[in-house]
């Protein structure tokens, strides 16, 4: 099993969602965060005053799948995510030793 974390602009997660249900996903974690990489934050008007932003906002997803499903939904992420801009994200992948159901006991791909 692996882990995918793939953070994302915030305005393509539901057209991403879309992408992963369609490529058989059936679960994910999504958390709303702030970060930066290369682009390393940005100056902003509001109210007439400039400001810096030095952290963006990003969604994180979270998804454990079969290996051998990876490439595929890494490249699903991809190109559904992509906008050619700066910002638009990195994919992380990590094994998972062990994946358990809380509620039935199943466990490593029958738990997922």
């Known amino acids: 099993m692996k882990l ?6 915030p305005f393509k997660l539901e057209e991403v969602r879309e992408a992963l249900t369609d490529a058989g996903i059936r679960g ?10 290369s682009q390393s934050g940005h100056t902003e008007i509001y109210r007439g005053a400039e400001y ?9 997803l979270e998804i454990v799948v079969p290996a051998s499903m990876t490439d595929q939904i ?6 559904t995510a992509k906008t050619g801009k700066i910002g638009d994200g990195k994919i992380f992948v990590l094994d998972v ?3 358990v159901r ?7 791909d029958d738990a997922l």
């Open 28 to 37: 994910m974690m999504v958390t709303e965060i702030k970060g930066f990489g």
């Open 52 to 60: 810096a932003v030095n952290f963006v906002p990003k969604i994180k």
């Open 74 to 79: 890494v490249e699903t992420i991809s190109s």
């Open 4 to 9: 995918i974390i793939a953070t994302i602009k």
């Open 97 to 99: 030793d062990q994946a």
């Open 102 to 108: 809380v509620r039935t006991g199943e466990t490593n």
